[in-house]
């Protein structure tokens, strides 16, 4: 499956913005999707994820109550809104997908074959 993520961009602290991931390719509700992101010199972390067909979906404690993820199985396409953007959420953002995570591996760059070029958001203070 091919990603592609997109909707990043500058915001205030306590802004909004909503990130898009479109798949293409496979059987897009086969696929668990997530989405990780990445600071200037830290690690890639988990943000979130939506189990295949969006039956579950699971956040990283940092985000959790801020925002969340959706998708569009008819559009493949899944969706993270953010809301009250912190300056500490600043980062490149990226979608991550594959068919044989079960939920307890969600949480790891290793367990994804699969991932779109980053979108970057940036929130000022």
């Known amino acids: 499956v091919q990603l592609q993520a997109s909707g990043g961009g500058l915001v205030q602290a306590g802004g909004s913005l909503r990130l898009a991931c479109a798949g293409s390719g496979r059987t897009f509700t086969d696929y668990v999707m997530a989405w990780f992101r990445q600071a200037p010199g830290k690690e890639r972390e988990f943000v979130g994820v939506s189990m295949r067909r969006g039956s579950t979906t699971s956040y990283a404690d940092s985000v959790k109550g801020r925002f969340t993820i959706s998708r569009d199985n008819a559009k493949n396409t899944v969706h993270l809104q953010m809301n009250r953007l912190e300056p500490e959420d600043t980062a490149v953002y990226y979608c991550?997908?594959?068919?044989?995570?079960?939920?307890?591996?969600?949480?790891?760059?290793?367990?994804?074959?699969?991932w779109g070029k980053g979108t970057q958001v940036t929130v000022s203070s």
């Open positions: 991550a997908a594959d068919r044989s995570i079960i939920l307890s591996s969600v949480r790891y760059v290793a367990a994804y074959n699969y």
